[in-house]
Every structure is written in C-alpha cells, then in structure tokens.
T-cell receptor, first 117, second 115 residues
C-alpha cells in the first residue's frame, strides 16, 4: 500500500519570505502522480500543483514550485514571496496511474502553514 | 458554472443511526468521489462513481454505500453509525479523463458528529 508522510505538523513563515514544506512517500509503482492540495479554513480543498512521475522537470505554478526527487521518494513544496492568503493546511497526495481504474488519492496528514505579518 | 455543493453542512447523529449526505457535482463533470477526513488527519478515499457505477473503492466497510444519479449528483449513505464515523466528508467531482491527473474539484464538506 502506498503511504504519504508529512513530518512537519506546523510551519511558520514571515510574509514575503520563502518556505518549504516536506513530503515523502512510499510506493512500488513507477507511474504515478504527486500533488499538493491546500485546505483553507473554508474546508474546500484546492489543487496547488501536480507532478507526473515520468517528468524529470520540476513543476512550477507562479510562486509555487516543487522539488521532486524520484529516487529518494521526496516531493517538497516551495512557496516564494509568502502571502497572508497562503495560510492554510497543505496536504501532499499520491495517486497511482490507474488507467481506467480509480484508486483515489492517498493523502498525508498535512502541514499547517502560518503566515506572520 | 456552479461549483461542487454539499448538504447538509453540519449534522449530529447517534450511534446506530443511518445518515445520507448529498453532493451536487460541478457542471459537466461525470465522476464523483467521496473522502472521509477525521479531525487532524488527511482525507481518506471512500469510493468513486462514474456513470452511476462504483468504479473504485478504498478500505471502507460495506455499510458505506453510495449512489450517483443521471444528473451526476451523488449520495453517500452510512448505516449503523459508529463513534469513529465522526468526520468531515468531502465530495469531489471531475471528468474521468482528468481523474488521474488530480483535477478534482472539492466541495466544502459535511461535518458529521456521532454521539
């Protein structure tokens, strides 16, 4: 079974600074997807960024970027120029490439990100 | 374009009762999945429906069941409620073609408390 581990229950960063959230995962699959989701107090999960395992290039979405280390099974999220609106729970998630099937996402326990003004 | 809506927002039940949670998918989405998020935990996959059939299931007992209707709305039913069923239940809709790539659109969830 796949597992996703987020070792930082809580992180704090000053507004406009950079913060990195860590995630490791365990899988025997070679084809899969990794994601970072954000869950603000409104509870609605929002996709921040995704990475296909077959791509060596790290994904980037504006201020959000990842460091994907496939051999180490590590997938960290870097948030640059942190803004107050970035405050939320951040979940790392994994999905096996299942073709026509449906395995669902496997989530970590989350990291609570606090932005200090 | 409307987003994913869930009802009710909050509800309280007692152990042994049955509950039905409802989800209205985002317009045009043909796939719906349900997740259970216990307090302080990440969401756990319950099951997924495509074209009114369950096409994927996580590690949940049969007392967790679902339905998807022709208009792609969905229900999650839980029988014989247990205290550990207390959680936030999240519904997510997508196009099947995008399900692998994680383009899920989540609702704000239904908070169930079992006493």
């Amino acid at each position: 079974a796949q597992t996703v581990t987020q070792s930082q229950p809580e992180m704090s960063v000053q507004e406009a600074e950079t913060v990195t959230l860590s995630c490791t995962y365990d899988t025997s699959e070679s084809d899969y997807y990794l994601f970072w989701y954000k869950q603000p107090p409104s509870r609605q999960m929002i996709l921040v960024i995704r990475q296909e395992a077959y791509k060596q290039q790290n994904a980037t979405e504006n201020r959000f970027s990842v460091n994907f280390q496939k051999a180490a099974k590590s997938f960290s999220l870097k948030i640059s120029d942190s803004q107050l609106g970035d405050a939320a729970m951040y979940f790392c998630a994994y999905r096996r490439y299942s073709g026509g099937g449906a395995d669902g996402l496997t989530f970590g326990k989350g990291t609570h990100l606090i932005i200090q003004p | 374009e409307t987003g994913v809506t869930q009802s009710p927002t909050h509800l309280i039940k007692t152990r042994g009762q049955q509950v039905t949670l409802r989800c209205s998918s985002q317009s045009g989405h043909n796939t719906v999945s349900w997740y259970q998020q216990a307090l302080g935990q990440g969401p756990q996959f319950i099951f997924q429906y495509y074209r009114e059939e369950e096409n994927g299931r996580g590690n949940f007992p049969p007392r967790f069941s679902g339905l998807q209707f022709p208009n792609y709305s969905s229900e999650l039913n839980v029988n014989a409620l247990e205290l550990d069923d207390s959680a936030l239940y999240l519904c997510a809709s997508s196009l099947l073609i995008n399900t692998n790539t994680g383009e899920l659109f989540f609702g704000e969830g239904s908070r169930l408390t079992v006493l």
